[in-house]
Nanobody
Framework: QLVESGGGLVQAGASLRLSCGAS????????MAWFRQSPGKEREFVAR????????AYADSVKGRFTISRDNDQSTMNLQMNNLEPEDKAVYYC?????????????????WGEGTQVTVSS
Protein backbone atom coordinates (compact mmCIF):
# COMPACT_ATOMS: atom_id res chain seq x y z
CA GLN A 1 0.00 0.00 0.00
CA LEU A 2 1.27 3.44 -0.96
CA VAL A 3 0.11 6.63 0.74
CA GLU A 4 1.04 10.11 -0.46
CA SER A 5 1.11 13.25 1.66
CA GLY A 6 2.37 16.81 1.53
CA GLY A 7 0.23 18.34 -1.19
CA GLY A 8 -1.35 21.75 -0.82
CA LEU A 9 -1.95 25.21 -2.22
CA VAL A 10 1.06 27.44 -2.74
CA GLN A 11 2.01 30.49 -4.76
CA ALA A 12 4.25 30.34 -7.81
CA GLY A 13 7.89 30.20 -6.80
CA ALA A 14 7.22 28.40 -3.54
CA SER A 15 8.29 24.89 -2.52
CA LEU A 16 6.51 21.74 -1.43
CA ARG A 17 7.76 18.36 -0.30
CA LEU A 18 5.68 15.32 -1.14
CA SER A 19 6.12 12.05 0.69
CA CYS A 20 5.08 8.50 -0.12
CA GLY A 21 4.92 5.90 2.60
CA ALA A 22 4.87 2.20 1.81
CA SER A 23 3.73 -0.70 3.92
CA UNK A 24 5.47 -4.05 3.87
CA UNK A 25 9.10 -5.08 3.85
CA UNK A 26 9.51 -5.21 0.08
CA UNK A 27 9.93 -1.46 -0.43
CA UNK A 28 13.66 -1.85 -0.99
CA UNK A 29 13.04 -4.17 -3.94
CA UNK A 30 10.88 -1.77 -5.93
CA UNK A 31 11.66 1.02 -8.34
CA MET A 32 9.65 4.03 -7.24
CA ALA A 33 8.29 6.93 -9.23
CA TRP A 34 6.10 10.01 -9.16
CA PHE A 35 3.51 10.72 -11.81
CA ARG A 36 1.02 13.55 -12.06
CA GLN A 37 -2.28 14.15 -13.75
CA SER A 38 -4.17 17.34 -14.51
CA PRO A 39 -7.86 17.48 -15.47
CA GLY A 40 -8.37 16.45 -19.06
CA LYS A 41 -4.79 15.27 -19.46
CA GLU A 42 -3.12 11.90 -19.37
CA ARG A 43 -1.07 10.82 -16.40
CA GLU A 44 2.53 11.88 -16.99
CA PHE A 45 5.90 10.86 -15.65
CA VAL A 46 7.59 13.22 -13.20
CA ALA A 47 10.54 11.38 -11.61
CA ARG A 48 11.86 7.89 -10.96
CA UNK A 49 14.37 6.44 -8.50
CA UNK A 50 16.07 3.04 -8.55
CA UNK A 51 15.85 0.47 -5.78
CA UNK A 52 19.06 1.61 -4.11
CA UNK A 53 18.49 5.28 -4.85
CA UNK A 54 21.62 5.66 -6.93
CA UNK A 55 19.87 6.27 -10.22
CA UNK A 56 17.24 8.91 -10.88
CA ALA A 57 15.38 10.27 -13.88
CA TYR A 58 13.26 13.36 -14.37
CA ALA A 59 10.83 14.77 -16.86
CA ASP A 60 12.33 17.70 -18.75
CA SER A 61 9.63 19.97 -17.36
CA VAL A 62 10.79 19.47 -13.76
CA LYS A 63 14.52 18.90 -14.21
CA GLY A 64 16.51 21.25 -12.01
CA ARG A 65 13.49 22.11 -9.86
CA PHE A 66 12.38 18.75 -8.43
CA THR A 67 14.46 16.20 -6.53
CA ILE A 68 13.38 12.62 -5.85
CA SER A 69 14.84 10.67 -2.94
CA ARG A 70 14.09 7.57 -0.89
CA ASP A 71 14.83 6.16 2.54
CA ASN A 72 14.69 2.38 2.39
CA ASP A 73 15.03 2.03 6.15
CA GLN A 74 11.87 4.09 6.61
CA SER A 75 10.12 2.77 3.46
CA THR A 76 9.51 6.30 2.26
CA MET A 77 10.05 8.27 -0.90
CA ASN A 78 10.06 12.03 -1.24
CA LEU A 79 9.72 14.62 -3.97
CA GLN A 80 11.16 18.02 -3.16
CA MET A 81 9.54 20.54 -5.47
CA ASN A 82 11.12 23.97 -5.70
CA ASN A 83 10.24 27.04 -7.73
CA LEU A 84 6.76 25.71 -8.43
CA GLU A 85 4.93 26.95 -11.48
CA PRO A 86 1.18 27.09 -12.19
CA GLU A 87 1.77 24.36 -14.77
CA ASP A 88 2.79 22.01 -11.95
CA LYS A 89 -0.77 21.98 -10.66
CA ALA A 90 -1.96 18.36 -10.68
CA VAL A 91 -2.72 15.33 -8.59
CA TYR A 92 0.60 13.68 -7.82
CA TYR A 93 0.76 9.90 -7.56
CA CYS A 94 3.33 7.62 -6.02
CA UNK A 95 3.98 4.42 -7.98
CA UNK A 96 6.07 1.28 -7.57
CA UNK A 97 7.16 -1.66 -9.64
CA UNK A 98 9.25 -4.69 -8.62
CA UNK A 99 12.92 -4.78 -9.50
CA UNK A 100 14.92 -2.21 -11.37
CA UNK A 101 12.96 -0.48 -14.08
CA UNK A 102 13.83 2.26 -16.53
CA UNK A 103 10.23 2.75 -17.58
CA UNK A 104 8.68 6.19 -17.84
CA UNK A 105 5.07 5.20 -18.54
CA UNK A 106 2.30 4.54 -16.04
CA UNK A 107 1.53 1.14 -17.55
CA UNK A 108 4.87 -0.19 -16.33
CA UNK A 109 4.08 0.42 -12.67
CA UNK A 110 2.06 -2.07 -10.69
CA UNK A 111 1.21 -0.27 -7.46
CA TRP A 112 -0.28 3.17 -6.97
CA GLY A 113 -1.28 5.52 -4.22
CA GLU A 114 -4.49 7.52 -4.15
CA GLY A 115 -2.75 10.78 -5.02
CA THR A 116 -2.24 14.16 -3.38
CA GLN A 117 -3.36 17.47 -4.85
CA VAL A 118 -0.84 20.19 -5.62
CA THR A 119 -2.20 23.60 -6.59
CA VAL A 120 0.02 26.50 -7.59
CA SER A 121 -1.46 29.96 -7.90
CA SER A 122 0.07 32.60 -10.13
Amino acid sequence: QLVESGGGLVQAGASLRLSCGASGRAFTYHTMAWFRQSPGKEREFVARISMGGGSTAYADSVKGRFTISRDNDQSTMNLQMNNLEPEDKAVYYCAATPGNSWALVPEAFDYWGEGTQVTVSS
